[in-house]
């Protein structure tokens, strides 16, 4: 399948002063539901902001009057419905690499060295869930809509959601969301745990997401980094073998530039 380079599905502002930028999902006239251009080009943009050093966290908002109505499955129909249908192995191998594909932006954000913060406002459906699910912390905001939606048309839930929930919010909240396909409220996804911060008011939303991310942001990168990777093994690996592997990171990346400079100016201080 020919790779699409087509990134206009998203915004990006950059504040290079606190070290953040903003992905901003930006097909409002369509509550931003995720045509093909968000699948194809996510991957690009997370790439493209992994490779500035000048960026420590990523936070991912959206335009207009919702976060995301999910998959735009009209189009997605439409587009792949051959695939979709395939009768032998042949095409539903191609079936298999298209779903894939379409799992490579989620991979690249649960794999990034940067922090992602969602910022979710009104509906968060489906695949918006998914996305908010890849990220490390979610700020909701108290208007918030959340489905695991796909049970009601189908569909297990196949981006990340599933994987990523129980060790977000338990098992026994995932199987509700997942087995009810129901609405919840943003009170209800902030008493879960799913939101790990919950504003009152949308015009909010941002501007406390950015204090979080500001604060995250000045912490050395090096540190940040080990701590993710850290909390993504774990989700695998038993406590014990979790303890090894940071005792492995610290002997190999303890020792960065920013330890040196906080050390230094600690030293400085004992000394006065």
Not at 150 to 168: H, Q, W, Y
Request: with cysteine; aromatic share 10%; hydrophobic share 45%.
């Amino acid at each position: 399948m020919q790779e699409n380079q087509d990134t206009s599905f998203f915004q990006v502002e950059k504040i290079l002063d606190k070290k953040i930028a903003i992905i901003f999902l930006n097909r409002p006239e369509a509550r931003n539901s995720m045509d093909w251009r968000f699948w194809s080009g996510l991957p690009i943009v997370v790439d493209e902001l992994e490779k500035d050093d000048n960026i420590n966290v990523i936070i991912i908002a959206a335009k207009g009057k919702s976060f995301s109505l999910g998959l735009d499955l009209v189009e997605f129909n439409e587009r792949f419905q051959d695939i979709i249908q395939g009768k032998i192995a042949d095409e539903r191998k191609k079936f298999h690499e298209l779903i894939l594909q379409m799992q490579e932006g989620f991979r690249k954000i649960m794999q990034s060295q940067k922090v992602y913060i969602a910022a979710v406002h009104k509906h968060c459906i489906g695949g918006g869930l998914d996305l908010i699910a890849a990220c490390d912390i979610r700020v909701g905001c108290k208007n918030a809509i959340v489905s695991l939606r796909e049970t009601k048309v189908g569909i297990v839930a196949d981006m990340c959601s599933l994987n990523r929930l129980p060790f977000i919010i338990g098992y026994g909240a995932t199987k509700m969301m997942a087995f009810t396909g129901r609405d919840f409220t943003g009170e209800e996804c902030y008493q879960m745990g799913l939101f790990e911060k919950l504003v009152e008011k949308e015009e909010d939303l941002l501007p406390e997401t950015i204090k979080i991310a500001e604060e995250i942001a000045a912490n050395p990168p090096i540190v940040i980094a080990g701590i993710k990777y850290l909390l993504n093994y774990m989700e695998s690996h038993n406590t014990f073998e979790g303890m090894q592997y940071v005792a492995l990171w610290n002997a190999t990346y303890l020792d960065s530039a920013d330890f040196r400079k906080i050390m230094e100016k600690f030293m400085q201080k004992l000394k006065r």
